[in-house]
């Protein structure tokens, strides 16, 4: 059998053998594992951003933004003796000109009832108001609603009056309290006195001021009649 003698290569041949095996071997890889990414973007895909963390919740009575303070409430200051004093002394004063008040009306009242009696006796004396004209029953009439008036105003009313000696408790009820608790107590009973009274009081007064208008007509009237029966008698 023959033998078939092999030239070697030379090295040209050499390398162009190597660039294809690198070849070669550069495509196999490649399709094994995909294209391969360049080298900043991985850096960039890896790089993450640092999370942000939420900022710290202040608890409401710490911020003196968002929790708004109260106001302070002004403290009451305790009542002292002596204003209790002052207090209690002027509503006593109050009380007394109310009773002063009263006196005055009546004694109104007293010249009203003198002045429509010495009316009605005139008349009578001189007997105008028997006399049946037109002025007698004006006359009559006007004496009769100022006397209603009159009456009125002098019924008995009931005073209110305190401390209210006719309640037996009285003494166990109010000898108990402290003096400052008894002297509150006392101004409340006096300004309800007070009250209580002035309607009465405003009630008389208005009766005696109709009864006042009604004596001044009434007068008025007789006047009218005198001089008009004097000349009717002149004549």
């Known amino acids: 059998m023959g033998k078939v003698a092999t030239q070697p290569a030379s090295i040209e041949d050499l390398e162009d053998i190597a660039e294809d095996l690198a070849k070669d071997t550069a495509e196999d890889f490649a399709g094994e594992t995909g294209p391969a990414e360049p080298a900043g973007a991985e850096g960039i895909a890896l790089e993450q951003a640092p999370a942000e963390t939420p900022p710290a919740e202040i608890p409401p009575e710490d911020n003196p933004i968002s929790s708004p303070t109260a106001p302070a409430q002004p403290e009451t200051a305790p009542l002292q003796r002596e204003t209790l004093d002052l207090a209690a002394r002027d509503v006593r004063m109050v009380l007394r000109e109310q009773s002063e008040q009263n006196q005055m009306l009546t004694t109104k009242l007293n010249i009203l009832f003198v002045a429509n009696g010495a009316l009605l006796t005139s008349l009578s004396i001189s007997r105008l108001l028997v006399s049946g004209s037109l002025f007698s029953l004006a006359e009559a009439f006007g004496f009769l609603l100022s006397f209603t008036l009159l009456v009125r105003a002098f019924l008995p009313r009931q005073v209110a009056v305190t401390p209210n000696l006719e309640d037996r408790k009285f003494l166990e009820t109010y000898l108990a309290l402290s003096y400052r608790d008894y002297q509150l107590q006392m101004l409340v009973n006096l300004a ?27 007068a008025a009237i007789m006047l009218v009649h005198t001089l008009l029966t004097y000349f009717q008698v002149s004549q």
């Open 192 to 218: 309800e006195t007070y009250n209580a009274n002035k309607q009465r009081l405003e009630d008389v007064s208005q009766s005696l001021k109709y009864a006042a208008y009604t004596t001044w007509v009434t």
